[in-house]
């Protein structure tokens, strides 16, 4: 579901099942996984039950964001603003819907249309950045990640892979990306050139130097090139 493009929609009842949820929502918080969860939740008015527990408060724990509907007559409006905020900023939302709600009835919903955006594009600087470090590299590699598998960038890179002899790579957010391509593996490498990865430091190891990185999706180079400890 990360790297399908596509929402992924669950539903919970209150309380308890709510509560069942929380090693999977944080997974699917941390990863930014675009999912949309329905909760049931206790109505406001309800001073005592056993299913009565602060799920927002909970929810935003684990990472996620946290809508509510207000009631019947914005339940829509409510829910379009939820799975936008899932599809556009790629984020686990929870939408608390008290139960008191479901039966309810509201007129038929006049929702706005929302403007189409336009995908963010690197600076030029970073562009040029980049290109000045493959050029330099003696032995680079293209790593493809979940954004390059998003947005159909397979015969760019593979393009780019040829043009600079680079080899090619994915994440496991990418997986089979360059699926069938000769150059599908990965050496120690003097450069990387991660494609649509978050940025994250890499894991403890004992060479002195990090490999070198550029993220297109930067407004300006990471180059990453700071010493290590051993």
Known sequence: M????????CRVHQGP???NTLTELTEAAKSRTPLLVLAADTPPRTL????KIDQGALARTAGAL??????????????AWALRSARVERRTVVLNIPIDLVEASADPPDLPEWPALEPPRPS???VGRGADLLSAASRPVILAGRGAALSGAREALEALGVRVGALLATSAMGHSLFAGHPEE??????????????????????????????????????????????
Not at 2 to 9: D, E, F, L, S
């Open 17 to 19: 099942s709510f509560t």
């Open 66 to 79: 946290v809508e509510r509907v207000r009631g019947p007559e914005t339940a829509a409006e409510d829910t």
């Open 185 to 230: 593996h990965v050496e120690e490498e003097c450069l990387s050139r991660a494609c649509g990865l978050p940025r994250e430091p890499p894991p403890a190891h004992t060479h002195h130097q990090r490999p070198r990185e550029v993220h297109p999706g930067d407004k300006e180079a990471h180059t990453g090139s700071e010493d290590l400890p051993e």
């Open 48 to 51: 005592w039950s056993n299913f």
């Open 124 to 126: 030029e600087r970073s």
């Open 2 to 9: 990360r790297a399908c493009g596509k929402i992924g929609v």
